[in-house]
């Protein structure tokens, strides 16, 4: 659920983005934390849980708060092309992360979510095409057909991400934070 070592926040600080993974323990071991000292793997003086669903909230937080940022028509263009850049590629590894690991570890562990997972699936594949279209809007840097602004371009289709990602970053949530929250343990490559 991260994408280690970028900055998506495009002011230099990581956040829940950064090298440090949820669920890797100081000592390098992967593992769950328990409360009040105890680690469920066995270890003693372990930190507290990791609620991964929490975890998850955090880092849709920041998705939904750079790309507030980006539409908000305060940068310039190479600036915005950056951001816009950068922002894509960190959500697009994030929803991977959750295509080829979270959901079939969580198919496997719980078939009655099948229909969620679907859905989450194909809401997915309408955010990629969203951003491949501003990712080439951005990347390009020429004007689209038309001559019409490039900023002003990449910005409806921001607006038109906005919706899609909205909805389902609160989909997401509503269906999987509780799940998540009660699971011990994660899958490895996530």
Not at 36 to 63: P, Q, Y
Not at 78 to 91: D, G, I, M, S, V
Not at 140 to 146: I, K, L, R, V
Request: aromatic fraction near 2%; include cysteine; hydrophobic fraction near 35%.
């Amino acid at each position: 659920m991260s994408v280690r070592g970028q900055d998506v926040t495009g002011d230099g600080e990581r956040g829940v983005t950064g090298d440090e993974e949820p669920g890797v323990r100081g000592d390098g071991e992967r593992g769950v934390r328990g409360g009040g000292g105890d680690d469920v793997n066995g270890g003693e003086g372990a930190e507290r849980a990791i609620a991964w669903g929490d975890e998850l909230v955090k880092l849709h937080d920041t998705f939904r708060r750079d790309l507030a940022e980006l539409r908000s028509g305060s940068m310039r263009a190479p600036a915005l092309r950056e951001h816009c850049l950068t922002f894509c590629e960190a959500l697009h590894a994030h929803h991977s992360g959750e295509d080829d690991v979270l959901f079939p570890h969580l198919d496997g562990l719980h078939p009655e979510l099948a229909a969620v997972l679907d859905r989450l699936r194909d809401e997915h594949r309408v955010v990629a095409r969203l951003l491949a279209r501003i990712r080439t809007l951005a990347g390009s840097g020429e004007p689209p057909e038309g001559g019409a602004d490039v900023a002003a371009e990449v910005g409806e289709e921001l607006e038109r991400l906005a919706r899609e990602l909205e909805a389902h970053l609160d989909y997401e949530e509503e269906q999987l934070v509780p799940l998540l929250n009660a699971m011990t343990d994660m899958p490895e490559d996530l």
